[in-house]
């Protein structure tokens, strides 16, 4: 069955770098759009970032663009999201789902930005 | 951007009764394909999001009939016929017609009463 698997969260200081990844199984991983979605404490869902099944194109949330970096290797199934200038606005939990309707999603990663 | 504006954004509901959530998008969700990319989620206590209902009425394979999606255009709804303590939860609409972004509603959250 469809697994997705979030690693890498923890507490970084503002202004640090962070790296997420997820791990697939269980599909044709290189055929599927993948998203990282966010959830801050007691907040809803925030789409951030997706990334095409051939890496071509990747678009991201204007609350993003130009600090996170999305991208995917499809010999590991896992896609990647690089976090840099990070502010405590981006504490969250970090997700990543499937394709256009987001059908499988992973437990998560909890990213604090705190000094 | 696509605004997704649920409501109500609290429901307590008395179990075994039905329950409805409204979903209503700032413009047409219908896609130039003819598929219209309205999704509903559920969010458990402390669990992951799960999808519930994918293109306005695709129910996912274990959610129970007594959940079902309708609408069309702009206005969308979510029922329970019956509410059962496993309902217990929020609920999200969310588009993928028109993106980026992808863009969720504010949530839902069913509580029994």
């Known amino acids: 069955q469809v697994q997705l698997v979030e690693s890498g969260g923890g507490v970084v200081q503002p202004g640090r770098s962070l790296r997420l990844s997820c791990g697939a199984s269980g599909f044709n991983f290189n055929t599927y759009t993948m998203h990282w979605v966010r959830q801050a404490p007691g907040k809803g869902l925030e789409w951030v970032a997706a990334?095409?099944?051939?890496?071509?194109?990747?678009y991201y949330a204007d609350s993003v663009k130009g600090r996170f970096t999305i991208s995917r290797d499809n010999s590991l199934n896992t896609v990647f999201l690089q976090m840099n200038s990070l502010r405590p606005e981006d504490t969250a939990v970090y997700y990543c789902?499937?394709?256009?309707?987001?059908?499988?999603w992973g437990q998560g990663t909890l990213v604090i930005v705190s000094s | 951007d696509v605004v997704m504006t649920q409501s109500p954004l609290s429901l307590p509901v008395t179990l075994g009764q039905p329950a409805s959530i409204s979903c209503r998008s700032s413009q047409s969700l219908v896609h130039s394909d003819g598929n219209t990319y309205l999704h509903w989620f559920q969010q458990r206590p402390g669990q992951s999001p799960r999808r519930l209902i994918s293109k306005v009425s695709q129910r996912d394979s274990g959610v129970p009939d007594r959940i079902s999606g309708s609408g069309s255009g702009t206005d969308f709804t979510l029922k329970i016929s019956r509410v059962e303590a496993e309902d217990v939860g929020i609920y999200y609409c969310?588009?993928?017609?028109?993106?980026?972004?992808?863009?969720f509603g504010q949530g839902t959250k069913l509580d029994i009463k």
């Open positions: 789902s499937d394709g256009d309707s987001f059908g499988f």
């Open positions: 990334v095409s099944g051939d890496e071509s194109h990747k």
């Open positions: 969310m588009q993928s017609t028109h993106w980026p972004p992808y863009t």
